[in-house]
């Protein structure tokens, strides 16, 4: 379980990113972390494997307070999440294969045979069969996405983070990365916990919702409850709605 408790968090003493920020992610779930650009989505996202620090307020893993947790213990926790950036984030001296390969090194007593094995896997989840000797210069946007998904599965995490998973992609492309998030927490049983602005994302993976606004979380329920909602704000965000009529 990913638990938040009263996060607070602003930059060089600015106005706060974050404010009492408080929720609950359970095992299993897909969890979508909506709002407009720049109102802290990722800086929240970043909190749940330390990446940032809150400046009050408790992060928690299965029950691990990762405040101030001591570095080797840190990674022994961050062991169980993978995050996918938004770009892909592969490293264009690299091809695919080593890409993937980089996180699996770091795993103690797998052998090189093993790692392969799992490059092989996760890249036939993401039906990418073939493309291990490629560049990511030789790729297309889409596909270096899913990479990053393969790259982040290959680890056998718990949990998969993703940070606008479907930006930049047009709509075919969209609903396919959509098809595979969802392909992805239901066969390996992983927590997702989204963000993004896309709707289409957010109707096909999501069976919770959480929306920031300001600082606070203004929503948190399921996805029916999001669009029967009355508030005019949150209904102007999903809709496009012009005061919520």
Same mark, same amino acid.
Not at 89 to 98: C, G, H, Q, V, W
Not at 224 to 236: A, H, M
């Given at each position: 379980m990913i638990t938040l408790d009263k996060i607070n968090k602003s930059?060089?003493?600015?106005?706060? &990113?974050?404010?009492? +920020? /408080?929720?609950? &992610? /359970? @095992?299993?779930?897909?969890?979508? &972390?909506?709002?407009? #650009?720049?109102?802290?989505? /990722?800086?929240?996202?970043? !909190?749940?494997?330390?990446?940032?620090?809150? =400046? #009050?307020?408790? +992060?928690?893993i299965d029950d691990i307070l990762l405040n101030n947790l001591p570095y080797k213990d840190l990674q022994d926790v961050r062991r169980k999440m993978a995050m996918v950036f938004q770009f892909g %984030?592969?490293?264009? /001296?690299?091809?695919?294969?080593?890409n993937i390969l980089l996180g699996l090194k770091n795993i103690k007593d797998l052998k090189l045979d093993d790692m392969l094995n799992k490059v092989e896997n996760s890249l036939d989840l993401v039906n990418l069969n073939g493309i291990n000797h490629k560049m990511p210069s030789e790729i297309s946007g889409g596909m270096k996405k899913r990479v990053g998904i393969a790259r982040a599965i290959a680890m056998d995490p718990e949990y998969i983070l993703y940070d606008e998973p479907t930006t930049g992609l047009d709509p075919i492309t969209t609903d396919r990365i959509n098809l595979l998030i969802k392909k992805v927490s239901q066969k390996r049983k992983v927590t997702s916990v989204l963000v993004t602005h896309n709707m289409r994302t957010?109707? @096909? +993976? %999501?069976? @919770?919702?959480?929306?920031? !606004?300001?600082?606070?979380?203004?929503?948190?329920?399921? +996805?029916?409850?999001?669009? #029967?909602? @009355? =508030?005019?704000? &949150?209904?102007?965000?999903?809709?496009?709605?012009?005061?919520?009529?």
């Open positions: 930059f060089s003493g600015k106005n706060p &990113i974050l404010k009492n +920020v /408080s929720f609950n &992610i /359970s @095992k299993g779930e897909s969890v979508v &972390i909506i709002g407009q #650009s720049g109102v802290g989505k /990722s800086v929240l996202l970043k !909190h749940i494997n330390r990446l940032l620090e809150p =400046d #009050s307020g408790k +992060v928690m %984030a592969l490293f264009d /001296s690299m091809n695919i294969e080593e957010l109707k @096909k +993976v %999501a069976n @919770k919702v959480i929306m920031l !606004h300001e600082g606070n979380i203004i929503f948190n329920g399921n +996805v029916d409850e999001l669009y #029967s909602t @009355k =508030d005019k704000f &949150i209904r102007y965000f999903i809709n496009g709605e012009k005061n919520g009529e």
